[in-house]
Structure formats: C-alpha cells, structure tokens
C-alpha cells in the first residue's frame, strides 16, 4: 500500500497534535482527579461538572468555546498574543490544546479509578515513618497510581489521534498544520475520486486505534504485575 | 514513658471510648480485650492517625496531643513505629527499600540498630531482593517488624500483628518478635486479643472492656486476680516465672519457680532458659493429705490464702500460697464443702505434667 506524501502528513501530524495533547494535559488532570478524589471544597460539584462537559457536549462547542477564549480578540488570546506572540487558533498547537480539552475528562477519569486503587492504609504507614505529604505522594501515592496514570495517557493519546469537532472549529483543517488524520479523511469524502485515499486512512486510523488498546492492555499487565497485583 | 489519656466518640450515639493508662520505659505493654473494646482505636490515637475528641497523650516528655491545647503532632512527627496487623508493605518496593523507607527519615540523632543487625536480627537476608507480593504471611510481618524499628521510633505499636496469619505462621513469627522485644531497648505497646501472646511477650497487662481500663499491671499480678474478666476464661490461670534447670534422660524437664520445682515434659530449651508457665486453675486439684500411688508427678505442699467465688456458678477459686508464689485452683463448692476448705491450712495441690502447654519466654 503505497502512501502519499500528504497522506503520511496527516499521520505524521495526528500522531504529534495527540502527543502534545497528552503532554499538555497530563499533569492537571492529576491534580484535578487528586483534587476530586481526595478533597472536600466548595465548588467541589462545580468542577466535577466543568470536567466532565466535554463528554457532554457537542465537538463543535468545545472548539467554538476555545475560539470565543483564545481567539486573537478573546480574554485569553488577546494577551498572549500581544505579550507572548502566542497564536492558538489555526494552529497545530491550536489543534493539540482543542485535542487536550476533549480528552481531559478520560484522563481524569482513568487516574481517580488509578487513585482509587491505591489503600490509603499505604499512606497511613508511610506517615508513621516518617513521611511528610509530599514526600509520600511522590514515593508512595503516584508510583501505585501510575497504571491509571498511564491508562489515561493512553486512552487520551488513542481518542486524541480521531478528534474532529473541535479541531476543525477551532483550528481549521489546514494541511500540513492542522488537517489532522480525521479531517484528511472527511476532505477525502469531499473531494470527487478520493473514495480509495479515505479508504486508505480509513484503515489506517482503525489499525492504529486497535494496536493503541492493545498497547494500553499490554501497559496495564505489566505494571500491575510489577505492584503485585493479580 | 507513654502516658494515654483520652475520650472519644464514633459518631452521636456510637462506641465511647474513655480510657488512661501508662506504658513502661521498656518492655511489652499488652493492650488487652475482646474485640470492639477500643484498643485498636488507643493505638490508632497514640500513632497519630486518629485525633481523639478530647484528652493527652504524652511520649517521654513530649506533648503528642492535648486537646486543651489545641496540640496535634501529625504521625511523621510522632516517632511511633507502628507494625499493622496487614503487614502494610509498599508493593512497588523491593524488601530492602521497605526495610529502608523508614531509616532514611530518621531523624539523624536517632539511635538504633543498623540495616545489618535488624535483617541478621529477622532473619531476613534471603528476601531483600524480593518483592511484598512473593512473600509469606509470615515473612511479610517480619519485614513489617523490620520496617517499623529501622525507622529508629521512640515507641514500638504493633497492632495485632499476628491476628491475620493461621497457627503455623504465628508460630514461626512469635520467636521473632520475643527476639525483637530483648534485642530493642524500646517501650512497646501491643494491641491483641490473643492470651497466648501476652503470656509469650507482655510485662504489662492494660485490660479494656467497652472502651474502658478494667486494670492495668504486671501481667503476673493481674493473672491472679479473680475479679477481672480474665477468671471466666477457660484458660484462667497464674503465670508462673520458671528456670529450666535440667532436662532427665527419661524425657522430662524440671523447671524451677520461685518455692518450688515442676516437673513438665522434656523441653528443647538449655537449663538456665527462663519460661514463664501458665498453670489454668482448672488443670489444679487439691487433696488435704498427701497422696500416694497417682501418676500426677508435680504434688506441691502449698497454703490455703483465701476463697473466691468462681466465674461460674457452685465454683469456687482457691488461692494458694506456695513459697513466695501463687497458684490458683478452681474447685466446684461441693469439694470445698467435702475437704472443708477454708483460709490457712495446709493443703497438697496437683498439677499434672501434660498440662503446661501454655508455655512463653520471658527476658
């Protein structure tokens, strides 16, 4: 199966936009599944909600939000365009925040079933030696959270690589910059004769889905092996 | 020295805790009761992973708690070790990184034994490399043993340390934590509901029922009392301090006590090992003239000191005096009424060999 050069573009640029999601929203979303699991606040049910909304509601929604924020005239764009030089929208760093802000909830999601995995009598020893909060998160919490930490990276990484709505909406399907795997495929459809090409990525995005889970499976195993866990 | 004195309450009309009591220099304190009597939640109070609602706790002249004064010193300032009855290993570590998790955050004016002398101590050299989840019930507690006095605590807290594992693993962990109570020149408090073990370890006995101190003491004082809790069991007895002092070619051990000898079956112990035994009052008769032709060996010439009433109805506990020791004998009344037994006369108390299988080391 012979690709093309913007075929292996798109590849190339799903799989970074997905990375760079992952990476982006990896370490608040342990903060906030800590925050969730382990804390009583005001606001408590609030954020729950607001994490979990992407789930929710529709693609194209989240990606206008991001515009209406990040937009060179929004609240948040506008200074970090005019301090920073930093421009979201249309971008393929665009299309990694969007990419993130979908894929936040499983993250969050998969680190509390992590964390809750996790005896806090564990912690409770860890304290009777000695062990001050930090110390013990990083020594004894995060290493037996790390299968659901790892979950949720993989997971994320896996859906990140298909989003579709809000990257469109909110970075355009730019080739090169922001026509990620999804969007080369729906150009495809678009495009008279591009049945064999969509097919083409069609596949391609499948098998990558599968050898991704299979990944993850694979991942978890081990390292609940390593916890000593059946 | 710990001094406990604390109130607490599980929930509005929950278990009410309400106890005091101290815990000596050095040795085994035995926090002793039927489940549900609150002794877990003293310990838990005393490692700091409980704040009680009111009362203090004081370690060797610092304050731990005082409600009065807003006082809480969090568990990792505490300096409790704390050996849990579930081993409570980190399963991502290795049991050399368990067993150092502890040292490394000592303070480092701390003293105690080294890396070296607790694993020889243990018995531990064959599991460093290993990992928790390849180990034993047994092996386990013992790295938890381990863990727990490398982290060069002011205080040792075990609760129920042998309460998860099945007879065959006590009794290969039991040895070990006697060799721990001699080799650590530290107080240590000792949560069970296990009589075997407070004969094997305890020095002091705190006795809790319904979240209340009954009695505290020696534990060889409070085995004769026979107004305690203690009387209705089945095992009631005296505890009997005893040196081995030989072992005869036909297979019986003599043990030494203070006013006299026993004679028990053979013993592995070299003579000059000191054995505490629990004699039960129901494994003792007595006759009012010596007798002759029995097979009971131990016939021991003693004093009547006084009557109780038993535990259970028509029994009656008698307390004997032989030497400087104490022996209790539980009879039914009918035997009493028959011999005419009543406070100082001279009586002969028969104790047969087989029975003294309650047996436990003592320092």
Redesign the interface.
């Known amino acids: 199966m012979e690709l093309s050069a913007e075929e292996w573009q798109a590849i190339r640029l799903s799989l970074e936009v997905a990375g760079r999601s992952v990476l982006v929203g990896l370490v608040p979303a342990v903060l906030v599944a800590l925050l969730l699991s382990r804390s009583r606040f005001p606001g408590r049910f609030l954020l729950d909600a607001l994490v979990h909304l992407p789930l929710v509601v529709p693609p194209v929604v989240v990606g206008w939000a991001l515009l209406m924020l990040f937009g060179l005239r929004g609240p948040i764009g506008a200074p970090l365009h005019d301090w920073f030089g930093i421009r979201l929208v249309f971008t393929t760093e665009g299309a990694a925040l969007a990419t993130a802000v979908m894929s936040f909830p499983l993250i969050v999601r998969a680190v509390r079933l992590g964390l809750d995995q996790v ?1 806090p ?2 912690e ?9 909060p930090l ?2 998160f990083l ?2 919490t995060l ?2 959270m790390a299968p659901g930490i790892l979950a949720g990276a993989v997971t994320a990484f896996a859906a990140g690589l298909g989003e579709f709505g809000a990257v469109i909406t909110f970075a355009s399907n730019i080739p090169g910059e922001t026509q990620t795997l999804p969007l080369a495929i729906y150009t495809a459809t678009q495009s008279p004769g591009g049945e064999a090409v969509a097919a083409r990525l069609a596949g391609l995005s499948l098998a990558l889905a599968v050898a991704l889970l299979l990944l993850a499976e694979w991942v978890a195993r081990r390292m609940h092996l ?4 059946a | 020295m710990l001094e406990v004195s604390v109130r607490h309450r599980y929930g509005r009309d929950g278990f009410a805790l309400d106890a005091g009591f101290t815990v000596a220099e050095a040795g085994v304190t035995a926090l002793f009761g039927p489940s549900g009597c609150g002794k877990s939640t003293l310990l838990s109070i005393v490692a700091g992973l409980l704040r009680p609602d009111a009362g203090r706790v004081v370690l060797g002249g610092t304050v731990l708690v005082d409600t009065a004064r807003r006082v809480f010193l969090p568990p990792e300032a505490r300096r409790c070790g704390v050996v849990f009855q579930d081993a409570r290993l980190f399963p991502h570590l290795s049991v050399a990184s368990n067993l150092r998790y502890g040292l490394t955050r000592a303070p480092r004016d701390a003293t105690g034994p080294g890396m070296a002398e607790v694993v020889a101590l243990l018995g531990l050299e064959a599991l460093l490399a290993r990992r928790p989840a390849g180990l034993s019930g047994g092996e386990r507690q013992r790295v938890a043993l381990g863990r727990a006095l490398l982290a060069r605590p002011c205080l040792l807290l075990m609760d129920e340390p042998l309460a998860a594992l099945d007879a065959g693993r006590r009794a290969e962990v039991l040895p070990f934590l006697a060799r721990l109570r001699d080799a650590a020149r530290l107080p240590i408090l000792y949560v069970t509901h296990a009589l075997e073990e407070v004969d094997a370890l305890a020095d002091r006995l705190v006795l809790l029922r319904d979240g209340r101190v009954l009695a505290e003491g020696a534990v060889e004082d409070l085995a004769t009392r026979t107004d305690l809790p203690l009387a209705a069991r089945r095992d009631a007895g005296v505890l009997l301090p005893c040196t081995v002092a030989a072992t005869d070619p036909g297979g019986l051990t003599r043990l030494d006590f203070p006013g006299g000898t026993l004679l028990a079956t053979a013993r592995p112990e070299p003579p000059g090992t000191r054995l505490r035994l629990r004699i039960r009052a129901r494994d003792v008769a007595l006759a009012v003239a010596e007798p002759r032709g029995l097979s009971t060996r131990n016939i021991l010439p003693a004093v009547i000191q006084d009557l109780a009433p038993g535990s259970a109805p028509q029994e009656v506990f008698v307390r004997l005096a032989v030497g400087p020791s104490t022996l209790l004998a539980r009879l039914t009344e009918d035997s009493v009424a028959r011999l005419a037994l009543r406070p100082g006369i001279p009586v002969w108390a028969l104790l047969k060999a087989v029975t003294f299988d309650h047996l436990g080391g003592v320092r």
């Not at chain 1, 409770?124 to 001050?132: I, K, Q, S, V």
């Open positions: 005896d009598g564990l409770a020893a860890a304290r009777t030696l000695g062990a001050g110390d013990r020594t004894v290493p037996l390593l916890l000593g866990r």
